[in-house]
């Protein structure tokens, strides 16, 4: 690695050279394909909620919704097919349950060579473990104020 300090001047000029040669986005355009797709896949969630409930109680089908769009993701980033879908759809894709489902499954399908215990599961939460750590904090310390201020 080169170890050498570069000027500021060196540093504006790449500064430039890599925001000219950068891919420009449009922001409404990508805002749109991301609410499309993030809509579609609540539509879906919401026509399995509708199918599930013809059949099962409404308490039970929401669980089976969530199963369902879990294991659908799940799968989806197994055989890569979620990753194409998230660059186009970007942000899209983060729809809660999902987003989540791929956030767990994408490390642990990454580290499988290391080993089941080393690599699937040591890895397995290394993107969505602060999530969940960062959740449950903030629930317990709102819980707390709440319980002062009720």
Not at 40 to 58: H, M, P, R
Not at 134 to 148: E, L
Request: charged share 20%.
């Amino acid at each position: 690695m080169d170890k050498r300090n570069y000027s500021e001047k060196e540093k504006e000029n790449f500064r430039k050279f890599a925001d000219k040669h950068a891919p420009k986005r449009n922001l409404l355009a990508d805002c749109a394909i991301a609410f499309t797709v993030g809509g579609a896949i609540c539509v879906f969630g919401q026509f399995l909620f509708d199918t599930y409930s013809k059949f099962i109680s409404e308490d039970n089908s929401r669980s089976m919704v969530s199963v369902t769009l879990i294991f659908i993701s799940c799968l989806l980033t197994g055989i890569g097919v979620y990753d194409m879908i998230a660059k186009r759809a970007g942000a899209g894709t983060l729809v809660p349950i999902t987003g989540f489902a791929n956030a767990v499954c994408s490390p642990a399908i990454d580290s499988r060579a290391e080993g089941f215990i080393l690599g699937v599961a040591a890895k397995m939460f290394i993107i969505a473990g602060p999530v969940i750590v960062y959740g449950t904090a903030a629930s317990v310390i709102w819980g707390i104020i709440y319980y002062f201020i009720r």
